[in-house]
């Protein structure tokens, strides 16, 4: 196989570094796609750094990774930015195992490494069914899989049946993003609601509640008393910047609403009354740690993959939909707030409806990253061996 010659040139510094180090110390590599990567990865990465003592390899894109400053001495972290030096890093990576987030691998410009018998992780960032929201193939050409639950397991294995593919390593991890949220709340529980805060968290593509009625939904909130904090998809701000404007231009001016760019921060979601979304996979989150119910604004549903029914199975985030919220259509929008005034009247019901679905959904609550390091530590070792 010939490459072109770029591929060589104008290498990162952190590659280079990357490359000198021992076979050993980049044994196990984690990589990071972008910001949010790290919210998955964190747990796994400090169970077997801090709590085992083992030597990883952190590798990122993200500039500012705040692991690049990690004084963590278990951890040798690179920064190799997007560009060519990332696709080198990739096609030509020697390690034993290297974890992340990231799916499509070896189906686009991210390949599986041409040298060396590297063994792919993968870790899921959203606890949604993997044929309603990845492409076809997205997670084919890993070699063991995470799974957040049952469902992944079914739907991967009759991904497998379906498609006649080789059979991957599913293990039952959980979702180590909700246990640390889970734990972040313990250290909250005690602080009151806020009565009047409401989430609003849409998921992006052209059809989201913010594209669909956005402006209205933002509106008639306020004018009923509440306080709104938007939280728009990251790639909005991008792609829908004459609507970005025009929120900002009707509502910053008035102290009640919040326009938040970055993260939600954990407070803000640990006291606010209940959550507006469509179908963005924090709502799932929302309503397992929370334990309070997600309004849907039931718009049409983005679908990544066109081949989707070829899985017999329906989505998890359409089957527990109504299980965990209420689903609400754009043209009824007016009925939310006396909705939102009436969420107290069932909510032991509902808290205890919540925590039922939660354990059936998602595997070993609070013990993923030791899972998931039970194995990676075997698979390193006897790799290794």
């Known amino acids: 196989m010939k490459f072109p010659k770029f591929l060589f040139e104008n290498d990162s510094n952190d590659l280079k570094k990357f490359e000198k180090i021992s076979d050993m110390e980049r044994s196990i590599v984690f990589y990071a796609e972008n ?36 004084e963590n ?15 080198k890093f990739f096609l030509f990576l020697k390690a034993k195992i290297l974890v992340m987030d990231m799916p499509d691998l070896n189906t686009f410009h991210i390949k599986r490494s041409i040298k060396y018998p590297v063994h792919y992780i993968y870790l899921f960032h959203s606890m949604f069914s993997i044929h309603s ?47 640390t949220l889970l734990e972040n709340k313990k250290l909250l529980e005690k602080n009151p609601k806020h009565e009047k805060l409401i989430i609003i968290a849409p998921s992006y593509g052209e ?41 900002r231009k009707n ?25 507006i979304s469509d179908w963005s996979g924090i709502s799932l989150e929302y309503a397992f740690v929370f334990e309070c119910p997600v309004i849907f604004i039931d718009v049409p549903k983005k679908k990544l993959n066109p081949n989707s029914d070829d899985i017999s199975l329906e989505p998890i985030e359409i089957s527990i939909r109504e299980k965990i919220g209420h689903i609400i259509s754009p043209n009824t929008l007016s009925l939310i707030p006396n ?37 990676i530590e075997e698979l390193n070792n006897k790799l290794n061996s």
């Open 207 to 247: 059809n989201n509640l913010l594209e669909k009625c956005g402006i209205k939904l933002i509106d008639m909130l306020l004018k009923s008393g509440f306080t709104v904090l938007l939280r728009p998809h990251h790639n909005t701000f991008r792609d829908s910047e004459e609507l970005i404007n025009s929120i």
């Open 35 to 70: 910001t949010s990567s790290l919210n998955h990865l964190q747990p796994l990465i400090t169970e077997l750094t801090e709590k085992r003592n083992m030597q990883i390899c952190y590798v990122t894109s993200v500039k500012n990774d705040p692991i690049l400053s990690s």
């Open 251 to 275: 509502f910053e001016k008035n102290p009640d609403f919040i326009l938040e760019e970055g993260v939600i921060p954990f407070n803000s979601l640990n006291d606010s009354l209940c959550m």
């Open 73 to 87: 001495e278990k951890i040798l972290s690179f920064y190799i930015g997007t560009g060519m030096p990332r696709t």
């Open 339 to 375: 909705l939102i005034n009436n969420l107290s009247e069932n909510s032991q019901n509902f808290n205890e409806q919540i925590d039922q679905i939660r354990r059936k959904t998602v595997y070993h609550i609070g013990e993923s990253a030791r899972i998931g390091s039970d194995y």
């Open 133 to 179: 929201y990845l492409r076809k193939g997205a997670i084919d050409n890993y070699d063991t899989i995470f799974c957040v639950g049952p469902h992944h397991k079914k739907e991967i294995l009759e991904t497998e049946k379906v498609y006649e593919l080789k059979p991957k390593k599913l293990v039952e991890y959980g979702f180590g993003r909700l246990d």
